[in-house]
């Protein structure tokens, strides 16, 4: 089951048009935003919640479905009617009346595609880093290119040939 939802800025009216099938309720998908807005994400979405704070945005479910096709749908024609992009969709519009940087529906390339070990490694480290940067630091060698020294112990050494 999913649904897609809208996230509006009472400042600028501009909207953020999504879905989300991990999230029972689209607030807590608003929230999962503003923290990584928090954290520093580049995307235009998360660089305006940092801009004009998260208490200005607001999120609306506009449609709920157990269908992955129907979920994609209606997000791109949501997207569409809202002209939620960050570029102009309306020929006769001059301006960007959204913050979705991907186009809606069908843009998550990663969409019933599972992580390899050595990638969920890499993230995991990664967001260790992220999180933590005092107390893993400099921990790791080199992550690119798959072989891992850690000078913790915490995470599996592994190497690739």
């Not at 953020?16 to 607030?27: A, L």
């Not at 704070?53 to 949501?78: P, Q």
């Not at 630091?137 to 190497?159: A, F, I, K, M, R």
Request: glycine residues 6%; contains cysteine.
């Amino acid at each position: 089951m999913g649904c897609v939802y809208v996230i509006c800025c009472e400042k600028t009216q501009r909207r953020y048009v999504g879905q989300t099938t991990q999230e029972p309720e689209p607030h807590r998908r608003l929230a999962r935003h503003i923290r990584d807005a928090a954290r520093g994400s580049p995307y235009p979405f998360h660089a305006a919640i940092r801009e004009h704070g998260a208490g200005c945005f607001f999120v609306e479910k506009v449609y709920k479905t157990d269908s992955e096709y129907l979920l994609n749908k209606v997000e791109g024609l949501w997207a569409d009617i809202y002209n939620a992009y960050i570029w102009s969709t309306d020929k006769d519009a001059d301006f960007a009346a959204g913050y979705n940087s991907a186009l809606a529906g069908f843009s998550n390339k990663f969409r019933g595609r599972k992580h390899t070990a050595a990638s969920k490694l890499k993230m995991s480290i990664a967001r260790k880093r992220y999180l933590h940067s005092s107390s893993v630091s400099s921990d790791v060698s080199d992550v690119s290119d798959g072989s891992y020294e850690l000078s913790s112990g915490s995470v599996p050494q592994t190497s690739h040939s």
